[in-house]
C-alpha cells in the first residue's frame, strides 16, 4: 500500500510538473500547487525529485534525449502497475516537444525565481513581473531571481532579448557564463554559446563586466556600450571587442533568420541547431574555426548546407538523422 501510495505522489507531482508549464498556466494553478506542496512535507519533495529529473534530461544530448524518448514511450503491459519510470517518459517527450516555461518558484526569503525553458525551433515571448518584455530565443534557458533591491537573469544557453522596465532602485542585471550586463534604461540581445557571449544594443547603453578575472590580472572596470554596438566575448582569450550592428541585425533571429559577424563555423553551427530538427555535426575540429560572416534564414537551414561546401573546403554528408561537416580530404564513411 505504501509503494501505491508513494507512485501516486509521483505520478501527481509529475502532472503538476507538466501543468506548471501550459501556455495557459495562470496564478491559479500557481497557488494550487502552492497548495498542494503545502499538505504534506513529501509533496514537495517529490516535486523536488521530478524537477531534478527534468533538468538532468534537458542538458542531454539531442541524440541521448531521442534513445531515452524512445525507451521511456514503450507502451506498458496489460493490468501493469505504474512506475515512476513513465513519470520520467511524460516528463521528457513534454519537454521535448514544445516550448515550456515556469520550471521552478521559490518565494522564501523574498526573493521570487523562476526558469523558463524554450524548445527546438519555437521561439517564446515572456512578460516578467516587473513588466520587461523578453523574447526568448530557440532552445533556450534562463532564470529569473527578482527581489525588492535586485532583479537578475541567468542565460544558462540560447538567446534572449530585453526590452528593460527601468527601476532606478531594482538593478537589471543578465549575466550569461563570465559576463555580466548590467541595465541602463534601454532594449538589447544576449546570445550565449557555450562560454562565448554576444551582446547586442539596439537602444540605450549597458555596462558589461567580466566577473570572472583571474587572480593577479588588473580590473579594466565596466565596458559602457550604447545603441548600435555589439560586443563579443571570446573565453579563449577573456577578451571582448566592440563592433557595430543594426537593430534589424541584432534582433533578426526573431523574423527567422539567424546574423552572424565574423564568427567561428563552431558557433555558427551550435545555433543552428537551436533551429534544426536534424543535429549538425563537425567532424573535424580545424573545421570549426574557420570564419563566418553571412545570413542563415532558420527556415532553410538544408539549402544553406547544400550552398556550404562552395564556400568552406568541407563535405556536407548525411548520416541517419543527423547532418556531418567534415574536410574534403576525409573519406566518406561507407
Known amino acids: 500500500m505504501a509503494k501505491n501510495r508513494q507512485d501516486d505522489m509521483l505520478h501527481i507531482a509529475a502532472d503538476w510538473w507538466v501543468r506548471l508549464r501550459a501556455p495557459d498556466a495562470s496564478a491559479d494553478t500557481m497557488d494550487q500547487w ?24 534537458d ?19 496489460p493490468r501493469r502497475p505504474w512506475l515512476p519510470l513513465a513519470a520520467a517518459a511524460s516528463v521528457a517527450i ?13 518565494r ?15 521561439n517564446r515571448n515572456i512578460t516578467l513581473s516587473d513588466g520587461t518584455q523578453v523574447a526568448l530565443g530557440a532552445a533556450s534557458t ?28 531594482r538593478p537589471f542585471v543578465v549575466r550569461a557564463g ?3 550586463v548590467r541595465d541602463i ?18 537602444q540605450g547603453r549597458v555596462e558589461i563586466t567580466d566577473v570572472n578575472q583571474k587572480p593577479g590580472e588588473t580590473k579594466s ?41 565574423d564568427e567561428p563555423l563552431s558557433v555558427v553551427i551550435a545555433n543552428l541547431n537551436r533551429y534544426s530538427t536534424r543535429p549538425l555535426h563537425i567532424a573535424d575540429g580545424d573545421l570549426g574555426k574557420l570564419s563566418y560572416t553571412g545570413s542563415i534564414r532558420t527556415d532553410a537551414i538544408d539549402s544553406w548546407l547544400d550552398a556550404l561546401p562552395q564556400v568552406f573546403p568541407l563535405r556536407v554528408s548525411n548520416e541517419g538523422n543527423q547532418v556531418i561537416l567534415s574536410d574534403v580530404e576525409r573519406a566518406p564513411r561507407r
Open 142 to 169: 534562463m532564470t529569473t531571481q527578482f527581489s525588492q533591491g535586485q532583479r537578475r537573469v541567468d542565460l544558462k544557453n540560447g538567446e534572449a532579448f530585453f526590452q528593460v522596465v527601468h527601476d532606478h532602485s
Open 221 to 261: 572596470g565596466a565596458l559602457e556600450v550604447t545603441a548600435g554596438q555589439l560586443v563579443s566575448y571570446d573565453p579563449g582569450t577573456s577578451s571582448m571587442t566592440v563592433g557595430s550592428i543594426t537593430p534589424e541585425q541584432a534582433t533578426a533571429w526573431r523574423d527567422d533568420r539567424l546574423e552572424f559577424i
Open 185 to 202: 534604461g534601454t532594449a538589447f540581445d544576449v546570445r550565449r554559446t557555450g562560454e562565448r557571449v554576444t551582446i547586442a544594443v539596439t
Open 108 to 122: 522564501e526569503g523574498g526573493v521570487h525565481t523562476r526558469v523558463y525553458n524554450s524548445a527546438i525551433a519555437q
Open 94 to 106: 513534454v519537454m521535448l516537444s514544445g516550448a515550456m516555461y515556469l520550471a521552478w518558484s521559490n
Open 178 to 180: 563570465d559576463i555580466s
Open 59 to 77: 542538458s542531454l544530448d539531442t541524440l541521448s534525449r531521442q534513445s531515452l524518448i524512445k525507451a521511456f514511450a514503450q507502451p506498458p503491459a
Open 34 to 57: 502552492l497548495a498542494w506542496t503545502q499538505e504534506d512535507i513529501r509533496h514537495l519533495e517529490t516535486f523536488e525529485r521530478v524537477n531534478e529529473l527534468a533538468s538532468r534530461l
